[in-house]
């Protein structure tokens, strides 16, 4: 899922330095910190499905023999703005991609490869979590796995397939759809320029010092919506949608889309990345230690602006720290969509035979993940980047990094050996005039 470049357009200095390197004519540049962010929020998803075994409770599919508070309290702070994140990147990233190459070629780009890994990818990674759970009953020997009891509303039939940790393609196939149809509307009513000088108002407002209040208010009513006094949204994991996360994810990407409306909006927004950040580890603490003891409306609004504060937070932090293309975090961002689209049911598989041993709960999450990660990461670099898979899910191929390496060693090996000599080219004499 790479990013494209923008085009190319003046925008007012910031303290979110430019590229390095001046861009050529008719070329653009490419927003290296925003492609290592929407990697790095996939990638935390990995980290999250990795701490669950321990959280209190016992209710993960796979329970380890330990619990721990440290790592209820980094779900906690990871599910405050993890997805918010991503889909705020994806507005952004969707903005970009329709003006560039029109709407058609956008909701094409969507289905293929966001929509499409669902049906595809989705019933093996379902088998093999179902493996998991086989395999976790017999090894710890805890009898046949019952199924959890059915809510008197939930869907049934078709409606009731699992979307395990997919859920996010389906939902946001869904608004990238809704948002294309409801801007063909607007447009055709208010006419482009109209629409587009509305657009950037919505950005001017989104990057003003009030932009971190107005973009928090579809999170605070999508928490409010769902109940409960939670401070997270409640995902779909069923192909019905669920009322507080289409709204709360809705709301985040269309900020981005609008962001991205308005040139110096991003800019702008990372500017206050310290203040952005200070908000953020204030609130976060409030947010889960005292939620149980707060009206759910004030919770809601809290995690809001938490999440939030994080998002924005993070947009300059990421802008100061990924000035150009580190290859490194290129890498991982471009492997990251693969990473987390298997990465479920093989963490299930590998926190199996740790969960009943007694070594510490920092070394069984480093095992887990270095094994997990290991397999995804080599399979990645050899069977989808230089591939059709690569081309499919992130819309071009590159060539293996290990192999190249290995060529350029071969290549180190042999002696040198210098050109043959060319022929010395004939001597034309001067015509005599």
């Known amino acids: 899922m790479s990013s494209h470049p923008v085009p190319a357009a003046p925008t007012p200095g910031s303290s979110a330095p430019p590229s390095p390197a001046p861009t050529p004519p008719g070329a653009s540049p490419r927003l290296h910190h925003l492609d290592a962010l929407r990697g790095g929020a996939l990638l935390l998803g990995v980290l999250l499905h990795a701490l669950m075994p321990f959280l209190p409770g016992g209710y993960w599919l796979v329970d380890d023999i330990?619990?721990?508070?440290?790592?209820?309290?980094?779900?906690?702070?990871?599910?405050?703005?993890?997805?918010?994140?991503?889909?705020?990147?994806?507005?952004?990233?969707?903005?970009m991609v329709l003006h560039r190459r029109g709407a058609g070629s956008y909701v094409r780009d969507r289905l293929l490869?966001?929509?499409?890994p669902l049906p595809t990818l989705g019933p093996v990674l379902f088998v093999l979590m179902v493996g998991a759970l086989v395999l976790n009953g017999v090894m710890r020997d805890l009898g046949p796995a019952s199924a959890p009891p059915v809510d008197p509303g939930a869907p049934t039939g078709f409606l009731a397939l699992p979307t395990m940790h997919l859920w996010f393609l389906l939902l946001l196939v869904e608004i990238?759809?809704?948002?294309?149809?409801?801007?063909?509307v607007?447009?055709?009513?208010?006419?482009?320029?109209?629409?587009?000088?509305?657009?950037?108002?919505?950005?001017?407002?989104?990057?003003?010092?009030?932009?971190?209040?107005?973009?928090?208010v579809p999170y605070a009513l999508g928490l409010i919506v769902q109940g409960g006094g939670m401070a997270s949204i409640t995902?779909?994991?069923?192909?019905?949608?669920?009322?507080?996360?289409?709204i709360a994810y809705s709301g985040a990407f269309l900020a981005g889309w609008f962001l991205r409306s308005r040139p110096d909006a991003l800019t702008r927004v990372e500017r206050r990345w310290v203040l952005h950040l200070g908000i953020a580890l204030v609130l976060t603490p409030v947010t889960l230690l005292l939620s149980p003891m707060l009206p759910g409306a004030v919770v809601a609004i809290s995690a809001a602006l938490a999440g939030w504060a994080w998002v924005y937070g993070l947009l300059g932090l990421c802008a100061r720290l990924v000035r150009r293309e580190i290859p490194w975090v290129r890498y991982l961002a471009d492997s990251s969509y693969w990473v987390y689209l298997l990465h479920f049911p093989l963490l299930l598989l590998a926190a199996v035979p740790l969960a009943d041993l007694g070594l510490p709960v920092l070394v069984k999450l480093v095992?887990?993940?270095?094994?997990?990660?290991?397999?995804?990461?080599?399979?990645?670099?050899?069977?989808?980047?230089p591939s059709w898979i690569g081309k499919w899910l992130n819309g071009h191929r590159r060539p293996s990094a290990l192999l190249a390496r290995r060529a350029l060693r071969g290549g180190a090996d042999q002696p040198f050996t210098p050109p043959a000599a060319a022929k010395p080219l004939p001597r034309l004499r001067p015509r005599n005039r």
């Open 113 to 116: 490869r966001i929509g499409l």
């Open 66 to 95: 330990h619990e721990s508070g440290v790592a209820l309290g980094a779900v906690g702070v990871i599910h405050l703005f993890r997805m918010v994140l991503f889909m705020m990147l994806a507005g952004y990233f969707g903005h």
């Open 367 to 385: 095992l887990t993940l270095g094994v997990v990660m290991a397999v995804l990461l080599l399979s990645y670099d050899l069977m989808v980047r």
């Open 186 to 216: 607007l447009v055709r009513v208010l006419g482009a320029d109209r629409a587009g000088r509305l657009s950037s108002r919505i950005g001017d407002l989104l990057a003003s010092r009030a932009g971190l209040v107005v973009v928090a």
């Open 176 to 184: 990238a759809l809704v948002v294309v149809a409801v801007r063909a």
């Open 235 to 246: 995902e779909p994991y069923t192909l019905v949608p669920v009322a507080g996360a289409s």
